[in-house]
């Protein structure tokens, strides 16, 4: 394994965790389409891994769960995210690498980034239109 290199995976799941759709890195390849994704969990996980799925489901989402999967007796050990749409829930996979905590605090810090960009725009937005009201205010009083 490669410590530079993100190994894991991206799964589609219906609503009994059954495997819609994988894409997987090339050296996991273990996942297939068309069974439960518990088929792959460790068993000593089996309890992680139904507390994580119940979590997309009740809270539309879950985020870093460690589970360890199994490929013919070769334990790996995953953090799993997910999320919930209407129809499906859609499971990542990033192998438990010792650089893994950085990204996802680089993900993490990333993302409230965007999101504070995105509040100081609408702020803006929502100052131009008290402007824009003001005015027609004015308007229709001097009207």
């Known amino acids: 394994m490669n410590p530079n290199i993100i190994e894991g995976f991206f799964a589609i799941l219906d609503?009994?965790?059954q495997i819609q759709k994988?894409?997987?890195t090339k050296s996991i390849k273990i996942f297939k389409e068309n069974e439960l994704?518990?088929?792959y969990v460790d068993p000593a996980y089996e309890k992680s891994c139904?507390?994580?799925l119940n979590d997309i489901k009740e809270k539309s989402v879950s985020f870093n769960h460690r589970i360890e999967m199994t490929d013919k007796n070769k334990k790996m050990p995953?953090?799993?995210n997910g999320y919930k749409s209407k129809t499906h829930m859609y499971v990542f996979g990033i192998q438990d690498q010792h650089h893994v905590e950085e990204i996802l605090e680089d993900l993490i810090s990333f993302n409230n980034a965007n999101l504070n960009e995105l509040r100081v725009l609408r702020k803006q937005m929502q100052l131009n239109?008290?402007?824009v009201y003001n005015e027609i205010t004015k308007l229709n009083n001097e009207l």
Do not use: H, P
Request: glycine share 6%; net charge negative; aromatic share 34%.
């Open 15 to 17: 609503d009994t965790y």
């Open 78 to 80: 995953f953090f799993l």
């Open 50 to 52: 139904e507390v994580f």
């Open 22 to 24: 994988i894409y997987q």
């Open 129 to 131: 239109d008290s402007g």
């Open 37 to 39: 994704l518990f088929k």
